[in-house]
């Protein structure tokens, strides 16, 4: 198992628990953690060599691309807002795990042949 695919794919995975978090209990800290979480996982899909490079890397952009408005639309009091933004990007993340998922059982069954 590579040590790049392992990061990533723990960084896709706390990416959809962060943000389950936050739309649970709405926080500015949980928010930004999110956000960051997001972005790191983003950045370690570049460059993957998987068989859903694309659409792993379309689903993180997604993801980012709602979160980072729902931190600012959070700092300037519209929470609400926040959470729904952040509703879009868990429906994104759950599809990455998914994807990560599919991605990997699709390796698995061509190293096999």
Not at 11 to 28: D, E, I, Q, W
Not at 41 to 58: I, P, Q, W
């Amino acid at each position: 198992m590579s040590s790049r695919k392992l990061l990533t794919d723990f960084f896709v995975l706390m990416a959809l628990t962060t943000n389950v978090s936050f739309v649970v209990f709405p926080n500015g800290v949980e928010l930004f953690v999110t956000v960051v979480t997001n972005l790191a996982a983003t950045l370690l899909k570049v460059g993957e060599g998987r068989v859903l490079s694309a659409e792993l890397m379309a689903t993180g952009l997604v993801a980012d691309l709602h979160l980072i408005p729902a931190l600012y639309f959070f700092y300037a009091g519209n929470p609400a807002e926040a959470v729904s933004l952040a509703w879009g990007a868990l429906a994104a993340n759950v599809v990455s795990v998914l994807l990560v998922v599919i991605d990997t059982v699709l390796k698995s069954y061509m190293e096999e042949e």
